[in-house]
C-alpha cells in the first residue's frame, strides 16, 4: 500500500486517488524549464532554486529520481572538480544549495516534457487520512485451499494548498 500512495501523492490525478503534486493544475506551481530535453545544469538549479519565493526555501527540500541524481552527480565545474558534493555523516540526508535531497521511483525522468525535479515546502501539501488502515480476514473464503486472506483498505486524500510553496523544474524541448 506504500508504494501506491507515494506514487498517487505525486501523478495523482484527483479522481478515485489524491490530487498529486504533479498535477498540473492543482500541483506545484511551474518553476522553471531547462534548455536540455534530456540533462540540467547546475545554473538551472540555482534558477529553481530562486524561483521559490524566499519563505518558503527555509524549509525546502528537493525530490527526484535516481537518475536525476545521477545526471546531477556528474555535474563538474571548469576544474573538473564535482559541484555536488555529497553528505559523509550517517543519518544526513545529501544536500543541493544547503537543502536536502530525497528520491522517489515516482518522479518522472530526464524527458521532455516531463517535471523531473520537485523543490519547496512539502509541508503545504496535506495529506487527510479519513479513517486509518483497516484490514480484514477472509478466513471462509481461502478455506478449501487452506489458505487465509486478507484485505486491506485505506480511505487518504491529499492536495497542495498554496502551490507557491513548491515548484518544478520541468524539462524542455531543446537538443
Given amino acids: 500500500m506504500g508504494d501506491a500512495e507515494e506514487e498517487a501523492f505525486l501523478t ?9 503534486i504533479l498535477n498540473d493544475t492543482n500541483g506545484a506551481k511551474d518553476g522553471i524549464t531547462t534548455a536540455s530535453a534530456t540533462a540540467i545544469t547546475f545554473d538551472e538549479l540555482i ?9 518558503y526555501r527555509k524549509n525546502a527540500v528537493f525530490l527526484m529520481n535516481d537518475d536525476t541524481v ?6 563538474k565545474d571548469k576544474n573538473d572538480q564535482y559541484i555536488w558534493q555529497p553528505s559523509i555523516q550517517a543519518g544526513t540526508p545529501d544536500m543541493i544549495l544547503n537543502c536536502p535531497v530525497y528520491t522517489s521511483q515516482y518522479m518522472p525522468n530526464l524527458t ?7 523543490f519547496g515546502d512539502f509541508s503545504y501539501y496535506w495529506i487527510a487520512d479519513r479513517q486509518g488502515r483497516t484490514f480484514k480476514r477472509l478466513n471462509e473464503l481461502y ?5 487465509v486472506g ?7 486524500d491529499a492536495k497542495t494548498i498554496l502551490p507557491e510553496a513548491l515548484t518544478t523544474l520541468k524539462m524542455g524541448a531543446g537538443k
Fill in 47 to 55: 534558477d529553481l532554486y530562486y524561483s521559490l519565493k524566499e519563505p
Fill in 143 to 147: 478455506a478449501v485451499n487452506g489458505q
Fill in 150 to 156: 486478507f484485505l486491506g483498505s485505506q480511505r487518504v
Fill in 12 to 20: 495523482g490525478n484527483g479522481t478515485g486517488r489524491p490530487t498529486g
Fill in 70 to 75: 545521477k545526471a546531477i552527480r556528474k555535474l
Fill in 112 to 118: 521532455t516534457g516531463n517535471k523531473a525535479v520537485l
